[in-house]
C-alpha cells in the first residue's frame, strides 16, 4: 500500500517535470515563437474573412440585385487575397512551428545522448544497453511527435476555432451561441471516450506486446517445445492470447466508433437543425439575413474538423508525456565529475596502497591490495578467471573508484587529474578490437584531432606503417565495419597504434581472453617490447607466454595479490601459484595440440 | 491490386460480411448526401415563406434531418464495426498460420532467420495486411462511391453548367495529393533508414561504453550522434514540409470552386435560373469531395504497403516443412546407431561431420568429448532430427532409419536438455512440467530432487510457483541447468540427452546430479528390463564422463579417441590431456 502511494506522487512528479522539460523549449526562441503564433493569428484572420466576404455578396448584392461592377470587382479581390493569404501564411506558420518542435527534439536527443555517455560506469553495470537506446531514439522520437502535432495541429486548431467562434458573433449573436454548444459537447464526448478507451487501448497495447513477448519466445525455445512435442499446446495457448487480443482491439473499435467521428458528425447535423430552426424564426421576425445562414454552414463544416484532429492526438499526448518523463529521468542520472585542473602525467608513476573495492557488499574483487609501479617498468597482472586482475585495471582506469585506498599517478591522486589528462596520459587497449567504419587515419585518431606525424609515428611503432603505406590511398583507405579488410593481427597493430597515437607515459593492456592467433601474438610481443622504457606498461595477461620478459609479475588470486617477482623469481617457488598456473598453461598447450 | 487477387480466399469465405458493410457503406453516402440537400431546400422554403409562424413543412424537414443524422451515425457505427472487425480476423488467422508454421521448422530456419524479422513479419506486417483489407477497401469504395454520388448530385439534380465550372479545380487538387503523397512516401521512407542509423550509432556507443571512457571519446561520439540526429532532424522536415502542403493545397483550391460556385451561382440566381438554398447545397457538396481526392492517394499508399507486407508473410507461409514427418514405424528397440556418419552444413566447405560411427544398445551410456566447434551438438541435433543429412540412412534408432518415424514418435524416446537450458515465461513448476503439463507436484518434486534443485527451489519466497523467464526471477546459469535436467528426466524419455548440460554448475553438484541419474538409470531398468533407458552425455568436464560405458573424442568432426575412461587416460590423446589439466586447476580453484 504504501509502496504504490509513492510510486504514484512520483509518478506525478515525473509527469510534471516530462511537462516542464518538453515546455520549456517552446519559449527558448522567442522571436521564432512570435512570428509563428503572429502568422497563426493573422491566418486564421484571413481564413475567416472568407465567409464574411461570402455572407456580403449574397445579402447586398445578390439578393439585392445589385450588380455594380465596382464593388463585386472589390469583393472579388479581397476575397482571392485574403484566402490566399490565408494559405500561404498557414502553410509558413506551420512550418515555423515544426521548425521549432524538431529543433527541441534534437536538442533534448543530443543531450541525453552527451549526458549518457558521461554518466559513471558502474550505472552501466546495471543498465540494459537496449533500453537505454531506446530511451535514447525511441522516446525523444515519441517526443518528437507529440511537438509536431501539438504545435501544428493542436494549437492552430483551437485558434481557428476561436477565429470561427468570433467571426459567427459579429455575424450573428444568437446563432452563434447555438453552434457554440458545439464545444462543450464534443468535450463531454470526448472525455466519456477518454474514460471508456483508456483501459481497452491500455489492455490492446498489453496484449500486443504479450503477443510479441510470445512468438520471441517461441522462436528461441522451439528445440524445447518440439523436444517434448508440445507444438499443439503452444499453439493453443498462442491462439488463447490472439483471441484476447482481438477482443481487446474490438472493443476499441467499438467505443471509438460510438463516440468518435460518427458522433461528432451527429453532433454537427444536430447543430444545424437548430440553427436553421432559429434562422426560421428569424425570417418569421422579418430580420434574417441568408448570407448569414450561408456563412454559417460554412463555418460549420469547418468547425468539426478541428475537433476531431484534436481528438485523435490524445494517445498521442500521453505516450509522449510517459517518454519524456523517462528521458527526464535519465537526464537527472549523476554524470561523472573531473575536476578542472592543469595536471598533466608526466612520467607515468604508479602508487595503489591498501586499494579494497567490491561491486557488491560482502564480495571483495580487490582486497587490501598495494604496490607500486616506477615509471616506464613492464607489470604484468596474472591470475586465473576470477581473480580481479580486469578489476585492477578498471579501477586504474578510473571506471570505478575504490572503496577505500588511494591509486597515486606520479604521486597525485587519480581524482586529481582533469578528464583531459587521463585520456592523454592513460592509452588503453581493451581485449575485443574495436574498428569503426571510417578511414585508417581515422581510426587511429578516433576524434582527437591529433597532429599528422604524431598518427604516422604512432602507426611506425606499432609496425604498421609499411603496410598502410603499400595501400593504394594510404592513411586514407576506408576500413568498412569490423574492419574486414585487416587481418586478425594488423587489427591488432591497428588498436596498438590507437592507443600509442596520443603518446600517453601509461600502456595499459586488456589481453584477448579468446584464442588469438600466433601472428597476433607476434605482434603484441613486439610492440611490448619496443616500449619499454618508453611508458609505463601494465598488461592483464590471460597467456602466460606473453609476460614473460616483464620486470614484475603480480599474481592475484581471489582479489588478494599473492606473489609477485619476474617470471625467473617466480618460476624458482615450486609450490608457488604462478608456477600451477604456468604449469596448467603448458598443460593447456599440449591439450591444444592434441586438438589438431 | 495483386494483394486481392491473394486474399481472395479471404474476401471470399466472408463475402457475406463484406457485402453488408458495403451494403451499409453506400447507404451512408446516399445518406449524407441528402442532408446538404435537406438544408438547401429548408432555405428554399424559408426563402419564400410568407405569412406568420413556421409552416409544417419547415418542421417536417428539420425532423427529416434528424432521423437521417440517427441514421446515419447507427450505420457508421456498424460498418465500422463489421468491417474493421473482419480485417482484424484476417490479421489473427494469418498470426495463427504464421506460428503454426514455425512450430514446423528446424534448427536450419531459425539459424537463417533472425527472431526480430520473424517477429516484424509477425506483427507490422500482419498489421499492413489489416489495414489494407480493412481501410483499405474503405477508402477504395467509398472514396469511389461518394465521388461518383456527388458529381451525379451535381450535374443532374442541381445545375450541370454550375458544375463544370465549379470542379475545374479539382483535379488539380487529385494530382498535387498524388504528387505530395508519393514524395512523403520516399521521404518517410528516408527519415526511417535516419532513425535507424541514429539507432545503431547508439548502440554501438554504448555497447562499447569502456573504450569511449576509456580513450575519452565523449566528444567525439556526441559529435558523430549530433551529425546523425540532425541528419533526421532534417529529414523529418522534409517529411513534415511535405505534409504541410496538403492544408494549403485543399484550401486554394475549395476556395477557387467557392469563388467560381458563388460567381457562376449569383449569375445563374440572378437569371433566377437558381435558388440560394440549391447554391448552398452545391457549397455543401463541394466540401465533401475532398475526402474522395484524398482516398485515391491513402488507398494507393496502403494496398503498395500491405502488398510488400503481405510478401513477406506469404514467403514465410508456403515455406514447406524442413524436416519431412512422414514416416509411420513405431519404436520399439532403443539401441541408437550412427554408421559413417557425415553431415555438411549447406553452404559450407569442410564437412562438420565426418565418419562417424558409434553403437549404444539400450541401458548404456555414451560419453563424448572434444574441443569447441567440434561437432558434438551438430550431431545431437541430428538425432534429434532438427537437421538432417541428406542422406537419411547413417543414423538408425532399432536398426531404422530416424525418417521412418513419425517425429512425435521419435522425440518421445529423448529426454533432451540443450546447452544453453531455455525457461518459458511460466512458473518453475510449469516449466519443469512442459512434456506432461499433468504431472502431479510430487512428480515434479522428484524430478527437481533428482537435479538437485529442489533445495534452492524452496528457498525463493514463492517456491515452485515463482515466475521464471523473461519476465520472471533470474536464475543462476546453474540453476537453470538443473531445472532444464529436471524438465528432462520428468518428461520420461528413455533416452538421456545431455548437451553439456552440467557446464555451469559445479563439480560436486555435477557428481551428485550423476550419481542420482545413474541410481535412476538401474532403478528403470530393473522395472523395464525391455526397453532399459540409455543416456548421451556430452561434456567439457570429463569427471561427468567417467562412469561411461564408451566415450567418442570428437576433433574437427571425426572420432580421435575412443574408449572407457580407465582406457583413455593410459594414451597421451587429448582426452588424457585434458583430464590432467583438469585436475590441475582444480587444485588452483581449491
Same mark, same amino acid.
Given at each position: ?7 504514484a506522487t ?29 502568422f ?11 465567409p464574411i466576404l ?12 445589385n ?11 479581397a476575397?482571392?487575397v ?17 521548425d521549432?518542435?524538431?529543433?527541441a527534439?534534437?536538442d533534448?536527443?543530443?543531450r ?7 554518466v559513471?560506469?558502474r550505472?552501466f ?7 537505454l537506446?531506446s ?12 511537438y ?6 493542436v ?25 457554440l ?6 468535450i ?5 471516450y477518454q ?5 481497452a ?5 498489453q ?8 512468438i520471441s519466445e ?11 512435442n ?53 425570417v418569421?421576425?422579418g430580420?434574417a ?27 498521442l ?16 542520472e549523476?554524470q ?6 592543469s ?10 596502497t ?13 582486497k587490501?591490495l ?26 586504474i ?5 575504490p572503496?577505500?585506498?588511494?591509486i ?18 592513460i592509452g588503453?587497449?581493451p581485449?575485443?578490437p ?9 581510426n ?6 591529433l ?29 568498412g ?11 591488432q ?10 603518446a600517453?607515459?601509461?600502456?595499459l593492456?586488456?589481453?584477448?581472453t579468446?584464442?588469438v592467433?600466433s ?13 619499454r ?12 607466454s606473453?609476460?614473460?620478459?616483464a620486470?614484475?609479475i ?43 | ?13 466472408n ?6 458493410a ?14 446538404p440537400?435537406l438544408?438547401?431546400?429548408s ?5 419564400n ?9 419547415h ?10 443524422g ?6 457508421r457505427?456498424?460498418w465500422?464495426?463489421i ?12 498470426r ?8 514446423h521448422?528446424?534448427q ?19 498489421d ?6 480493412g ?9 469511389l ?11 443532374? @439534380? !442541381?445545375?450541370?453548367?454550375? /458544375?463544370?465550372?465549379? #470542379? *475545374?479545380?479539382?483535379?488539380?487538387? =487529385?494530382? &498535387?495529393?498524388?504528387?505530395i503523397?508519393?514524395?512523403i ?5 528516408e527519415?526511417l533508414?535516419?532513425f535507424?542509423?541514429?539507432n ?7 555497447s ?23 541528419g ?21 483550391c475549395?476556395?477557387?470552386a467557392?469563388l ?8 445563374l ?19 465533401? @469531395? !475532398?475526402?474522395?481526392?484524398? /482516398?485515391?492517394?491513402? #488507398? *494507393?499508399?496502403?494496398i503498395e504497403? =500491405?502488398? &510488400? ?25 532403443l ?8 553431415f ?13 560411427s558409434?553403437?549404444?544398445p ?19 541435433q541430428?538425432i ?8 537419411t540412412?547413417?543414423?538408425?534408432l ?20 540443450p ?17 506432461r ?7 515434479i518434486?522428484a ?20 515466475p ?14 538443473r531445472?532444464?535436467?529436471a ?17 555451469a554448475v ?15 538409470q538401474r ?7 525391455t ?8 561434456s ?10 564408451e566415450?567418442l ?7 580421435s579417441?575412443?574408449g ?15 583430464w590432467?589439466?583438469q ?8
Amino acid at each position: 500500500m504504501h509502496d504504490s502511494t509513492t510510486e504514484a506522487t512520483l509518478d506525478k512528479d515525473s509527469r510534471h517535470s516530462a511537462f516542464r522539460l518538453l515546455f520549456d523549449y517552446i519559449h527558448r526562441d522567442r522571436r521564432l515563437l512570435f512570428k509563428a503564433v503572429g502568422f497563426l493569428l493573422l491566418a486564421t484572420a484571413a481564413d475567416v474573412l472568407g465567409p464574411i466576404l461570402a455572407k456580403i455578396f449574397i445579402d447586398d448584392y445578390l439578393m439585392q440585385n445589385n450588380f455594380a461592377v465596382a464593388p463585386l470587382a472589390g469583393l472579388l479581390v479581397a476575397y482571392l487575397v485574403s484566402q490566399l493569404l490565408a494559405a500561404w501564411l498557414r502553410y509558413h506558420q506551420t512550418l515555423k512551428f515544426t521548425d521549432m518542435a524538431l529543433a527541441a527534439v534534437l536538442d533534448i536527443r543530443q543531450r541525453v545522448f552527451a549526458h549518457v555517455l558521461k554518466v559513471p560506469m558502474r550505472y552501466f553495470d546495471h543498465a540494459i544497453t537496449g533500453q537505454l537506446v531506446s530511451r535514447i531514439t525511441n522516446d525523444t522520437e515519441a517526443i518528437k511527435d507529440l511537438y509536431v502535432q501539438f504545435l501544428s495541429v493542436v494549437l492552430s486548431n483551437v485558434i481557428l476555432l476561436i477565429g470561427i467562434i468570433i467571426a459567427m458573433a459579429l455575424l450573428d449573436v444568437q446563432l452563434m451561441l447555438i453552434a457554440l454548444t458545439l464545444i462543450p459537447t464534443i468535450i463531454a464526448v470526448i472525455y466519456i471516450y477518454q474514460r471508456l478507451s483508456g483501459a481497452a487501448v491500455a489492455r490492446t497495447r498489453q496484449l500486443r506486446s504479450d503477443i510479441n513477448a510470445q512468438i520471441s519466445e517461441s522462436i528461441a525455445g522451439m528445440d524445447v517445445i518440439q523436444a517434448v512435442n508440445q507444438q499443439q499446446r503452444f499453439t493453443e495457448r498462442f491462439e488463447q492470447l490472439n483471441g484476447h487480443y482481438y477482443k481487446a482491439r474490438m472493443r476499441t473499435v467499438k467505443v471509438g466508433a460510438a463516440l468518435l467521428r460518427p458522433a461528432i458528425d451527429l453532433i454537427s447535423v444536430l447543430v444545424i437543425a437548430g440553427i436553421l430552426h432559429l434562422f426560421g424564426t428569424q425570417v418569421v421576425m422579418g430580420v434574417a439575413e441568408i448570407g448569414v445562414l450561408y456563412a454559417f454552414i460554412n463555418y460549420l463544416g469547418r468547425f468539426t474538423e478541428p475537433l476531431a484532429e484534436i481528438t485523435q492526438r490524445f494517445n498521442l499526448y500521453q505516450q509522449a508525456i510517459v517518454a519524456g518523463g523517462r528521458v527526464h529521468t535519465l537526464l537527472q542520472e549523476p554524470q561523472e565529475h573531473y575536476p578542472d585542473s592543469s595536471l598533466a602525467i608526466d612520467h607515468g608513476s604508479l602508487a595503489l596502497t591498501n586499494l579494497d573495492f567490491s561491486f557488491e557488499a560482502d564480495k571483495p574483487a580487490i582486497k587490501n591490495l598495494s604496490v607500486t609501479i616506477p615509471a616506464g617498468q613492464f607489470y604484468a597482472i596474472a591470475g586465473h578467471t576470477g581473480s580481479g586482475k580486469s578489476t585492477l585495471l578498471k579501477l586504474i582506469l578510473n571506471f570505478y573508484q575504490p572503496q577505500s585506498g588511494k591509486i597515486c599517478i606520479d604521486d597525485r591522486p587519480l581524482a586529481e587529474y582533469g578528464h583531459e589528462a587521463l585520456r592523454l596520459g592513460i592509452g588503453f587497449i581493451p581485449q575485443e578490437p574495436f574498428i569503426m567504419s571510417g578511414t585508417i587515419h581515422d581510426n587511429i585518431d578516433m576524434g582527437r584531432h591529433l597532429p599528422r606525424e604524431q598518427i604516422e609515428a604512432a602507426a611506425r611503432k606499432a609496425h604498421l606503417d609499411r603496410f598502410i603505406e603499400a595501400m593504394p590511398e594510404g592513411y586514407d583507405t576506408y576500413l568498412g565495419e569490423r574492419g574486414t579488410r585487416l587481418s586478425a593481427g594488423q587489427r591488432q597493430q591497428l588498436i596498438i597504434a590507437r592507443a600509442l597515437a596520443a603518446a600517453p607515459r601509461i600502456l595499459l593492456l586488456d589481453e584477448a581472453t579468446a584464442n588469438v592467433d600466433s601472428e597476433t601474438e607476434q605482434v603484441v610481443q613486439r610492440a611490448l617490447n619496443d616500449l619499454r622504457g618508453e611508458v609505463t606498461l601494465i598488461v592483464v595477461a590471460h597467456r602466460l607466454s606473453t609476460i614473460r620478459d616483464a620486470d614484475q609479475i603480480l599474481v592475484l588470486s581471489q582479489g588478494e595479490l599473492v606473489e609477485m617477482g619476474s617470471h625467473k623469481e617466480l618460476m624458482t617457488h615450486p609450490k608457488g601459484r604462478y608456477q600451477k598456473m604456468y604449469r596448467l598453461q603448458k598443460q593447456a598447450e599440449k591439450v591444444e595440440k592434441a586438438a589438431h | 491490386m495483386a494483394l486481392f487477387r491473394h486474399l481472395a480466399w479471404f474476401f471470399k469465405d466472408n463475402w457475406r460480411t463484406y457485402l453488408i458493410a458495403l451494403v451499409m457503406l453506400t447507404l451512408v453516402a446516399v445518406l449524407s448526401l441528402t442532408i446538404p440537400w435537406l438544408i438547401g431546400r429548408s432555405i428554399d422554403t424559408l426563402m419564400n415563406h410568407t405569412g406568420n409562424g413556421l409552416t409544417a413543412e419547415h418542421y417536417q424537414t428539420l425532423f427529416f434531418l434528424l432521423v437521417l443524422g440517427v441514421t446515419i451515425y447507427l450505420l457508421r457505427v456498424a460498418w465500422r464495426w463489421i468491417l474493421f472487425g473482419t480485417s482484424y480476423r484476417l490479421g489473427n488467422l494469418l498470426r495463427s498460420r504464421f506460428y503454426i508454421r514455425l512450430t514446423h521448422q528446424g534448427q536450419r530456419f531459425f539459424s537463417s532467420h533472425n527472431t526480430g524479422d520473424l517477429m516484424a513479419r509477425a506483427t507490422n506486417d500482419i498489421d499492413a495486411v489489416e489495414l489494407a483489407a480493412g481501410e483499405g477497401v474503405l477508402s477504395g469504395f467509398d472514396g469511389l462511391l461518394t465521388f461518383v454520388l456527388v458529381l451525379v448530385m451535381m450535374f443532374a @439534380l !442541381i445545375d450541370w453548367r454550375l /458544375a463544370a465550372l465549379a #470542379l *475545374l479545380p479539382f483535379p488539380l487538387m =487529385g494530382i &498535387a495529393f498524388y504528387r505530395i503523397s508519393n514524395a512523403i512516401h520516399h521521404q518517410f521512407r528516408e527519415a526511417l533508414e535516419r532513425f535507424s542509423a541514429l539507432n545503431d550509432k547508439t548502440q554501438e556507443a554504448l555497447s562499447g561504453i569502456a573504450l569511449v571512457k576509456a580513450m575519452g571519446l565523449e566528444a567525439s561520439e556526441s559529435a558523430t550522434f549530433n551529425q546523425l540526429a540532425e541528419g533526421a532532424a532534417r529529414s523529418n522536415y522534409k517529411v513534415a514540409r511535405s505534409e504541410a502542403l496538403y492544408d494549403p493545397v485543399i484550401f486554394i483550391c475549395l476556395t477557387m470552386a467557392v469563388l467560381l460556385t458563388l460567381g457562376c451561382g449569383g449569375w445563374l440566381i440572378a437569371r433566377n435560373e437558381l435558388t440560394v438554398g440549391e447554391l448552398t447545397t452545391f457549397t455543401l457538396y463541394l466540401g465533401q @469531395l !475532398i475526402w474522395p481526392m484524398f /482516398a485515391f492517394g491513402w #488507398l *494507393l499508399n496502403i494496398i503498395e504497403r =500491405g502488398s &510488400a507486407a503481405f510478401k513477406r508473410v506469404d514467403e514465410m507461409l508456403i515455406k514447406p516443412d524442413e524436416i519431412v514427418d512422414q514416416g509411420t514405424a513405431t519404436v520399439s528397440d532403443l539401441s541408437l546407431e550412427a554408421r559413417a556418419l557425415s553431415f555438411t552444413y549447406p553452404g559450407g566447405h569442410e564437412a562438420t561431420l565426418d565418419d562417424i560411427s558409434f553403437n549404444l544398445p539400450s541401458g548404456q551410456v555414451l560419453g563424448i568429448a572434444g574441443p569447441t566447434g567440434a561437432g558434438k551438438t551438430t550431431l545431437i541435433q541430428l538425432i534429434m532430427r532438427y537437421r538432417e543429412s541428406a542422406e537419411t540412412d547413417q543414423l538408425l534408432l532399432g536398426d531404422q532409419p530416424l525418417s521412418a518415424y513419425p517425429l512425435q514418435e521419435l522425440r518421445r524416446c529423448f529426454a533432451y536438455v540443450p546447452q544453453e537450458p531455455f525457461l518459458f515465461s511460466m512458473s518453475i513448476a510449469d516449466n519443469i512440467a512442459l512434456a506432461r503439463p499433468d504431472a502431479s507436484r510430487e512428480e515434479i518434486e522428484a524430478a527437481a530432487r533428482t537435479a538437485a534443485i529442489h533445495e534452492d527451489i524452496l528457498r525463493f519466497k514463492q517456491g515452485y510457483e515463482t515466475p521464471v523467464g523473461e519476465r520472471g526471477m533470474t536464475l543462476s546459469g546453474g540453476q537453470r541447468q538443473r531445472l532444464a535436467i529436471a524438465r528432462a528426466l520428468l518428461s520420461g524419455a528413455p533416452l538421456l540427452i545431455l548437451d553439456d548440460a552440467l557446464s555451469a554448475v559445479d563439480v560436486e553438484t555435477e557428481q551428485q546430479i550423476i550419481a542420482h541419474l545413474q541410481q535412476r538409470q538401474r532403478h528403470q531398468s530393473d522395472q523395464n528390463p525391455t526397453s532399459k533407458s540409455s543416456a548421451i552425455i556430452i561434456s567439457h568436464r570429463l569427471s561427468a564422463l567417467e562412469h561411461a560405458d564408451e566415450i567418442l573424442v570428437l576433433t574437427q568432426g571425426h572420432v580421435s579417441e575412443r574408449g572407457s575412461h580407465s582406457e583413455l587416460i593410459r594414451q597421451d590423446g587429448w582426452y588424457a590431456r585434458m583430464w590432467v589439466y583438469q585436475k590441475l586447476e582444480a587444485t588452483l580453484d581449491a
